[in-house]
């Protein structure tokens, strides 16, 4: 039997993962941060659920898990590092290093941060050290300004991801406003950032996403309980 492993690449050029995300899920595998679900061998067993449950992808934090959940399935691994560099306000796969390492961990495609931001390495070196890779690239924007500028740097995928969370208060819905406008643009556009509905994922998909990742209302079990915790908090059904 073929190993998940030498599969990994069958997903690296852009016909084949349009084949395989087309309309469908991502899954978006990164626990609370110190929780009791932080845990590799837990973020495996999130990522085999999710594609269990129908996702035909799934988003993974840290070479170290992406190259356990690797190990694991062949489904398109969505891939990037999230680092807290003093005096850089950019947090997603900011260094080569980074990258290389995604890169040898199995990523099919490594998402960078793309928004507009002072960051230790330029965006145009990181790009093209994913693409010398084999992997594929996805900009993580906060602003058609960064989708547009994403794409014409050449990458491969741009991602809302980042709509709401350079600065401040984070809103409640998602920018489903950007989804559109960087679909009319062209953009192959992964939605991604406060899809906590299956309703709100098809409102994404309609407003012109090509896939939908989806990772807080999935497997995030802290978040997702607090809701319903504090629902009933502020309900007076029982008084």
């Known amino acids: 039997m073929t190993q998940p492993a030498a599969l990994a690449a069958r997903w690296r050029s852009l016909p084949a993962l349009h084949a395989a995300l087309d309309g469908r899920l991502v899954v978006s595998c990164q626990p609370v941060d110190q929780g009791p ?3 590799d061998e837990i973020v495996a067993r999130l ?14 934090e840290g070479a170290a898990r992406v190259a356990r959940v690797r190990a694991r399935t062949a ?5 990037i590092v999230k680092r807290d560099l003093p005096g850089w ?8 290093e980074d990258v290389q390492a995604l890169l040898a961990a199995g990523a099919d495609v490594i998402a960078l941060d793309a928004t507009q931001r002072a960051r230790p390495c ?14 594929l690239a996805m900009a993580d924007a906060s602003c058609l300004e960064d989708g547009l500028a994403a794409r014409d ?14 600065g401040g208060p984070v809103p409640h819905e998602p920018d489903l406003a950007l989804v559109a406008q960087l679909a009319q643009a062209g953009c192959r556009v992964m939605a991604e950032g406060r ?3 299956p309703a709100l994922a098809r409102a994404a998909r309609e407003a012109g996403a090509w896939a ?3 990772g807080s209302a999935i497997t995030r079990t802290e978040l997702l309980s607090g809701w319903f915790a504090q629902a009933l908090a502020g309900s007076d059904a029982a008084s």
């Open 212 to 214: 939908v990742t989806v």
């Open 195 to 197: 899809l906590h509905t």
């Open 122 to 135: 330029a965006l145009a070196a990181l790009l093209a050290a994913v693409h010398a890779g084999g992997a």
């Open 47 to 60: 990522a085999l659920a999710a594609l269990a449950g129908g996702a035909a992808g799934l988003r993974i």
């Open 75 to 79: 489904a398109p691994l969505i891939a």
């Open 37 to 39: 679900l932080d845990d």
């Open 153 to 166: 740097l050449g990458f491969d995928i741009i991602g809302s991801t980042l709509s709401g969370y350079t």
């Open 89 to 96: 306000p950019v947090r997603i796969t900011p260094l080569l």
